[in-house]
Structure formats: structure tokens, C-alpha cells
Antibody, heavy 127, light 106 residues
């Protein structure tokens, strides 16, 4: 059964870089059928998509975060990672990783929605 | 694509029919998903492709719409349905979510 698990520091200082890893078990991250994504949720607020990555390394980012975000994939470890630089208190949130289908030319190779989610990890930005 | 959900909250009783709407600022074909989120948990996928019921989701949940206007309907609200619901367009990057609708006990 496919499972995703986020890991990383729960506390990051302002101006530093937030780094999280999502470990995929029960399926290969090298599957050509899916994108792997990061979503966050500030306390008491809604969901915000951060970005997604394909196994080939192809990425797409939220324009509001693009200048600070890097998502990478390590197929040998079946993991993908998030780096968010120059963090402020506004980046305090629960960070989720999730899987969504790869779509091309109007055809989707799986369910075109975030079908599988990690449990989420709380990251607090504070000195 | 901006996603606007309404209402932002609704009070309802067990057995009530509840309808939540989601409007996209641009057409997103039928690439619209609905999620349910309970406090402290990750969202659960309910509906994808506007009207397809995710495996294991009760049939009292249904979705409809295409283009810019979409609806999630709970036909007979159950105690476990009190939660926050989000829509999300999957037509194109950047992916975007609606602001959420909190379904509360009346």
C-alpha cells in the first residue's frame, strides 16, 4: 500500500532555509504516471500548493513562492525534497507531501487529484 | 486560476442536504477535485474529475459541473461529515485550492 511520510526539522529560524523530505513506500517514485507535490497549510487557514516534481526532475512551482522554492527528487532513495529559502513567520505551517497524476495532451495516467497524502509535518519559523 | 468557494461556512443538522459551490476564474474543463479535512488530519480525496467518486467514499457524496461552476452535494449529512471541504482545480499549473467551507453542527 502506497504511503508518504514527511520528515525534517520542526523549527527553523527566520531568514534560514526550510528543508523537508518525503519518503515514498509501496510504489516507485520513478513511475511515469505521477507527479509528486508539496502543499502547506498555515495555522487556521486553507491549503496552498507549493510545487510538484516529475521523476525526470521536471518541476512546476507556485508563482508566489517560485523565487524561494526548490523541489528535487532522489529516485535511488525513493524520496523527493523541498527547500524553501529566506523563511519568515508567514511560512509557519503544516507541510504535506502528496501524489497526483501526470497528464499530457488532455490524457491523465492516473487520478488527476491529490489522491495520496502524507500525514503532514508542522514547521514553525521562530528565533 | 482563482477558485472561489461558497459559503465559507454552513450550519446543518444530521440528515440535511448540503450543497457547496466552487467557481473558477477561468474554465478548467472537468479537472476539479473535492477534499474533506478534519482537524489535525491530512485532506481526504472525495471526488475527482468533477463527478467521479473516489474509491471507498460513501455514495451520499456527489459532484457535478464543468467549465467554471462546480458543486459538491452531501445528500444526507451524517455525524462524521462535519469537517472542512476544499475544491481544487487540476486543469493546469499552478494548481489552486478554494478557500474552504466549514460544515458545522446546527
Amino acid at each position: 500500500q502506497l504511503q508518504l511520510q514527511e520528515s525534517g526539522p520542526g523549527l527553523v529560524k527566520p531568514s534560514e532555509t526550510l528543508s523537508l523530505t518525503c519518503t515514498v513506500s509501496g510504489d516507485s517514485i520513478s513511475s511515469s504516471n505521477y507527479y509528486w507535490g508539496w502543499i502547506r497549510q498555515p495555522p487556521g487557514k486553507g491549503l496552498e500548493w507549493i510545487g510538484s516534481i516529475y521523476y525526470s526532475g521536471k518541476t512546476s512551482y507556485n508563482p508566489s513562492l517560485k523565487s524561494r522554492v526548490t523541489i528535487s527528487v532522489d529516485t535511488s532513495k525513493n524520496q523527493f525534497s523541498l527547500r524553501l529559502s529566506s523563511v519568515t513567520a508567514a511560512d509557519t505551517a503544516v507541510y504535506f507531501c502528496a501524489r497526483i497524476a501526470y497528464c499530457s495532451a488532455g490524457y491523465c495516467y492516473g487520478i488527476n487529484a491529490f489522491e495520496i497524502w502524507g500525514q503532514g509535518t508542522v514547521v514553525t519559523v521562530s528565533s | 486560476i482563482q477558485m472561489t468557494q461558497s459559503p465559507s461556512s454552513v450550519s446543518a443538522s444530521v440528515g440535511d442536504r448540503v450543497t457547496i459551490t466552487c467557481r473558477a476564474s477561468q474554465p478548467c474543463s472537468s479537472w476539479l477535485a473535492w477534499y474533506q479535512q478534519k482537524p489535525g488530519k491530512a485532506p481526504d480525496l472525495l471526488i475527482y474529475a468533477a463527478s467521479s467518486l473516489q474509491s471507498g467514499v460513501p455514495s451520499r457524496f456527489s459532484g457535478s459541473g464543468s467549465g467554471t461552476d462546480f458543486t459538491l452535494t452531501i445528500s444526507s449529512l451524517q455525524p462524521e461529515d462535519f469537517a472542512t471541504y476544499y475544491c481544487q482545480q487540476a486543469n493546469d499549473f499552478p494548481l489552486t485550492f478554494g478557500g474552504g467551507t466549514k460544515v458545522e453542527i446546527k
